[in-house]
């Protein structure tokens, strides 16, 4: 298969069946998808099972698979969302056998909080409203580093704009919402930049 093609069309060839267009997908996002685990969870074997799980559970849904416009996006909330059932599952299990304390001391509470405001309408509609008062730019360059989780080079690239510039933008949206989700921010004890990542997995799915 040819090295050169875009990932968009290895997607499309994977939804009509090309067992090589998964393996390039493979390929092609396993160094980052597996960072973006391992920063989630702090857990690499974790990680490298689910982004496997998830590239099986699209083989298996190949032929009902949407057209997605950021392939790298769509794997991201697929490993993340996989990522929050697998700790999920795991609790049940280390709350039904009764494991010991000191077997329970895993770095789950940046999870266990984007599990919860899942169901959280209240915070979500806070957030969306306060992510809709930022201008298009900033809710652009916000969707770029939390959601398709780009570095500030690539971004800087993409929007034809310096690094300096896209730190400076994303900074000032950063600290205006931190000041419209300031009991939020404050409740959770979490940083802004987590609630930020959470909540624009919920607001654009």
């Given at each position: 298969?040819?090295?050169?093609?875009?990932?968009q069309?290895?997607w499309?060839?994977?939804?009509?069946?090309?067992?090589?267009?998964?393996s390039?997908?493979?390929?092609?996002?396993?160094?980052?998808?597996?960072?973006?685990?391992v920063?989630?969870?702090g857990?690499?074997?974790?990680?490298?099972?689910?982004?496997?799980?998830v590239?099986?559970?699209?083989?298996?849904?190949?032929?009902?698979?949407?057209?997605v416009?950021?392939v790298?996006?769509y794997?991201?909330?697929?490993l993340?969302?996989?990522?929050l059932?697998?700790?999920?599952?795991?609790?049940?299990?280390?709350?039904?056998?009764?494991?010991?304390?000191?077997?329970?001391?895993?770095?789950?509470?940046?999870?266990?909080?984007?599990?919860?405001?899942?169901?959280?309408?209240?915070?979500?509609?806070?957030?969306?409203?306060?992510?809709?008062?930022?201008?298009?730019?900033?809710?652009?360059?916000?969707?770029?580093?939390?959601?398709?989780d780009?570095?500030?080079?690539?971004?800087?690239?993409?929007?034809?704009?310096?690094?300096?510039?896209?730190?400076?933008?994303?900074?000032?949206?950063?600290?205006?919402?931190?000041?419209?989700?300031?009991?939020?921010?404050?409740?959770?004890?979490?940083?802004?930049?987590?609630?930020?990542?959470?909540?624009?997995?919920?607001?654009?799915h």
């Amino acid at each position: 298969m040819n090295g050169n093609l875009h990932t968009q069309d290895y997607w499309c060839q994977l939804r009509d069946g090309n067992t090589d267009a998964l393996s390039a997908l493979y390929q092609l996002h396993y160094t980052g998808l597996i960072n973006y685990g391992v920063k989630l969870t702090g857990d690499r074997d974790l990680a490298n099972d689910c982004f496997t799980a998830v590239l099986l559970d699209l083989w298996e849904r190949r032929h009902t698979l949407p057209e997605v416009s950021n392939v790298r996006a769509y794997l991201i909330t697929c490993l993340h969302r996989r990522m929050l059932r697998e700790i999920a599952s795991g609790k049940k299990r280390l709350e039904h056998h009764q494991e010991a304390p000191s077997a329970q001391k895993l770095q789950w509470s940046h999870e266990d909080y984007l599990a919860a405001i899942e169901g959280n309408d209240a915070f979500t509609q806070v957030f969306a409203k306060a992510f809709r008062r930022l201008t298009q730019r900033q809710q652009q360059l916000l969707r770029m580093k939390f959601f398709e989780d780009l570095d500030y080079d690539h971004i800087a690239l993409t929007c034809g704009i310096t690094k300096r510039t896209a730190y400076n933008i994303i900074h000032d949206a950063l600290k205006q919402l931190k000041l419209e989700l300031k009991g939020h921010v404050q409740s959770s004890g979490l940083p802004i930049e987590t609630l930020i990542s959470a909540a624009l997995l919920l607001i654009l799915h």
